[in-house]
């Protein structure tokens, strides 16, 4: 078959899927469409939006997910990586339940917030001081915050397209539309020569450096030799080195800091550390954070009403101190390793385009044939390649109609409850999908 018969074939084939997911799933499509006569798009998260319509979950417990109609699902998506626990833990969600009965809008400090810190100062050495946000998006604009209030003749932070930071901080497609105003610096993830030489020419005007030790779109870790090139660099020109471990602090007990042996000077969490409920986190080194001493005269005021909510505050200490176990830890990254081995295998085997990257529990599958190097512009080309896009959609509804929940754009992130079993009928299904549709793989998948 010809290319453009193939891609006729792909047109078809997706056309077909979506007809068959709609009409297996009435009652999230009827959900949907009531919901956009009130929201745009009717959507209130945009990552959460896919063609036709996104399913809309009632149940869930353990890694499985049940739908509006009555499916159900393994959950490999793990809500980006904020579900680590798995769905109604009995531990986390006792602690909350808890909490929740004892007194929630209280006014004033509670019991849980400074033992939350104590485990989160425990976990990360790097992480000296800590202060709670209500997400991840909060805690890197109040880390960034601060490192420009401590250097008020620089006005630059340095950042990497393809790099997601929050809403406001999105430099996937470079410098976005709705990114927060103010003073970028753009540079090429994974490029040690170029952004060495980037921060050198514009040293003494960068506050900081803001950088995901693993690029969470598409899961593409960073390399040693680039984290270690930013520590070299930061420490030589008096710049703070901030890694955004929002997505990454649960490859190891210290994140991917602690794998690589690379010390930031401060470090952004959130997701699962809030044990489910809404969180983010920065904290470092003691002689920035102590700035935020209210006890100080000159001291930064960091405000947010619900920084220390009970509901977070007590279901992320359940949550890290006694599930997410050094052992729970090994186990689940271990098993993510695993995982992204045999699906390489797979498509090795089949010969087709098909990669998956990432790091431990957190694995990006690719319609491609590489992912390395990350070019920022040539990943936004592949991003708007519709061929690409089409495969992606077909891949994903039928994931789904076999009983597998992951992002459309291949993001996975295993839950806790995941076992060997569930990983291995997901690797059937990627199998017989790729059997399915190797020739056109082959044929739409630019080389
Ligand atoms: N940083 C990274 C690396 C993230 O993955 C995310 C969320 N996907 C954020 C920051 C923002 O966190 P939140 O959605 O809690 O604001």
């Not at 998506?77 to 769905?87: F, I, P, R, V």
């Not at 833990?89 to 810190?117: H, Q, Y």
């Not at 990114?179 to 020419?201: C, F, H, I, K, S």
């Not at 839950?415 to 299904?429: I, M």
Request: hydrophobic letters at 45%.
């Amino acid at each position: 078959m010809s290319v453009a018969a193939e891609e006729q074939a792909l047109a078809a084939a997706l056309a077909a899927a979506e007809a068959a997911y709609l009409s297996k799933h009435p009652q999230s499509a009827a959900r949907h469409a009531h919901a956009l006569r009130f929201m745009p798009g009717g959507n209130t998260r945009s990552v959460l939006h896919y063609a036709p319509f996104p399913l809309t979950w009632t149940r869930a417990a353990g890694n499985r997910l049940t739908d509006l109609d009555g499916g159900e699902y393994v959950d490999l998506l793990g809500e980006y990586s904020a579900g680590l626990y798995g769905h109604s833990n009995p531990v986390v969600n006792g602690a909350i339940k808890a909490a929740v009965d004892a007194g929630t809008v209280l006014g004033g400090p509670n019991v849980f917030e400074g033992r939350l810190a104590e485990a989160i100062c425990a976990r990360f050495p790097s992480i000296e001081l800590v202060r709670f946000t209500n997400s991840g998006t909060e805690a890197n604009l109040m880390a960034l915050a601060l490192c420009r209030a401590l250097a008020p003749d620089r006005s630059l932070v340095l950042v990497f397209a393809g790099g997601y930071h929050g809403g406001v901080l999105d430099f996937r497609n470079g410098i976005g539309p709705l990114t927060a105003p103010g003073g970028w610096l753009l540079g090429t993830y994974n490029d040690v020569q170029g952004t060495r030489t980037l921060l050198r020419e514009n040293a003494a005007r960068v506050a900081a450096v803001l950088v995901e030790p693993m690029l969470g779109g598409g899961c593409i870790p960073g390399t040693v030799a680039f984290l270690e090139m930013l520590r070299n660099e930061c420490s030589a020109h008096g710049i703070a080195l901030i890694f955004d471990e929002v997505m990454t602090s649960r490859l190891s007990t210290s994140g991917l800091q602690g794998l690589h042996g690379i010390r930031p000077d401060l470090t952004t969490l959130g997701k699962y550390l809030g044990g489910g409920a809404s969180f983010g986190a920065f904290g470092g080194r003691a002689e920035r954070m102590q700035w935020l001493d209210p006890g100080r005269a000159d001291s930064f005021a960091h405000a947010g009403t619900f920084n220390n909510n009970v509901m977070s505050m007590a279901g992320g200490l359940a949550g890290l101190t006694e599930v997410f176990t050094p052992a729970a830890c090994s186990r689940l990254n271990a098993l993510g390793d695993h995982l992204r081995e045999r699906l390489i295998g797979i498509g090795r085997a089949h010969g087709v385009p098909f990669l998956a990257t990432g790091v431990g529990s957190l694995i990006g599958l690719h319609f491609a044939r590489s992912v390395f190097p990350v070019d920022p512009l040539a990943r936004r080309c592949a991003a708007l390649d519709a061929q690409r896009r089409s495969v992606e959609a077909l891949f994903h509804l039928a994931m789904l109609d076999s009983g597998f929940y992951l992002s459309r754009r291949g993001y996975m992130a295993l839950s806790l409850p995941t076992t060997a079993d569930d990983c291995e009928g997901f690797s059937a299904a990627v199998d017989a999908f790729l059997v399915d549709h190797r020739l056109l793989l082959r044929a739409v998948i630019p080389g």
